[in-house]
């Protein structure tokens, strides 16, 4: 027996070995055609949806648009791969693209500008929220593996001259042969993209990528030092208060702002269900057609208390002014902010602010969690009860409200009066009556809290003329269309996510003091309303004189009596503008 191996046979003269692996521009190739297949689920589901498929020309169209796709992932991925990170940034167009698709085809969001700050903006609370078994399996099978593959697969070694040609070749034939399919069915295209413009933004990984640096860019462009407004704001002496009823009462202006509720689904409104009864037995003014500037609370928290109307509202750019509680503050008017939700998103970072998740109150909190009925205390211990807090304030409580997609959650149990409920986070798991039925629970328990609300602060009006403002954020899509959630871009969103509830109480004291008619409200309620009109509503409330002030968008200014400063006296009010 040989003690030493035998030397292996020598390779014959004229062969030599195969090369394992493959070269960088085929391995390319193979992930931009496997991201257009696997990694675009709702894009492919709505162009095939709305393609001729019956017809040979419609199914030529579907494919022609596969090689498209395919092509145009290929150029971006030849053109964005850095040889010597080449596989590390494929695992990271993969991860992007396994969850762009996941939440499109779940939810049928888009991950646009607005939906990444919303991401970046998202406490840990609610990130956690989202995971799933299911999101877990959809990460197993569409990155773990596939990256695993990419990072055992050898790369064949080649000169960077060769690397260059293979790699310019490829790109100039892609873009011939994308030329060529555009020509021949430029029809088709022009018409389905016309029709369904959201297309080109469920591409990914390369739309989701433009958003994230569109974003960073206009962060980086945000102003670094803040911009000071309504410098000549001031508490105007008289003011619409009538002095004849004696000794003015400090006015009490109290905001809610809800979370995710839409109009469509108040009771109201005239929903089919009566999810506002105890409202309804109040004598609340409910403002029909309010709209939204935004369709998540990272773009609409800021513009609601922005100067910036929504069609001059620019994320980055408001960012760098004082909004409406600074300008409170000026006029020397107390400001005190109640969140029970992910944040304020930098609106109240200068003003007293209470975070109700650090309470962790018995009864009204589990989980990190609290239910909405904690602002009450927070309210009645800081203000109502407080014999320091004895003058003029402006209170924002800012709901967990019918934050999606666990509605189940931000419910007592006392308060489930729909059944069965959705218990997923996986909206689409679950029935569309069991989607809606979760939904509305949170509905008809903020017509409790409101309520609620509205009866503590009756029980001072002897103390206070007090306001009572509820108008939500935004509004949510519960499956209509295949959409779930909100954060579509505002161009494209359904009513059911810019249509929000907006309602007013107002004390007796407050109508009196500030000359507001009633009825006239009333005769108002269907007038076109936005989150533009709550800058000037509440400056009005306060008198707050400044030129930033504008009367048509005050919401009570119609219904006020004339007084210098609002309109001319023995003219008919203002029209009111949105």
Known sequence: ????????????DGSRRKPRGLHAVALSLLVAFGLAAF???RFWQVLVGNSATDTFHGLAFVVASFVFIALWLSLFVHLTSVRRVFKPLLIALLLIAALADYFTARYGVIIDKSMIQNIVQTDTAEATELLSGDLLRHLLIYFA?????IAWVPLRRQTLASEVRQRVAVLALSLVVMGGLFLGFNKDFTFLFRQHPELRSLITPTYPIHAGIKYLRERNRAPTERVAIALDAHRADDGPRNISIGAKRPTLFVMVVGETARAENFGLNGYARDTTPELGALNVVDFRHTESCGTS???????????LAHDDYDSAEAAGYDNLLDVLARAEVPVLWVDNQGGCKGVCDRVEHVYTRDLNIAGLCADGECHDEIMLRTLRERVLDNPDANGDRFVVLHQMGSHGPAYYKRVPDAFRRFTPECRSVNLQECSAEEVRNSYDNTIAY??????ETIRLLAGHQDEYDIALYYVSDHGESLG??????HGMPYLLAPDQQTRVPAIMWLSEGFTRSHGVARPCLHDHDTDVDSHDNIFHTVLGAFDVETQEYQVEKDLLAVCRA???GVHVAGEPPPSRTP
């Open 297 to 307: 609370t990272a773009e609409s928290l800021p513009c609601m208390f922005s100067h």
């Open 39 to 41: 990694y675009n689920h």
């Open 446 to 451: 903020t017509d409790h809290v409101l309520a």
């Open 562 to 564: 004339p007084r210098d």
């Open 1 to 12: 027996m040989a003690i030493f191996p035998s030397p292996r046979p020598a390779i014959p």
């Open 145 to 149: 593996l596939p990256a695993l593959a």
């Open 480 to 485: 209509e269309k295949g959409l779930y959630l």
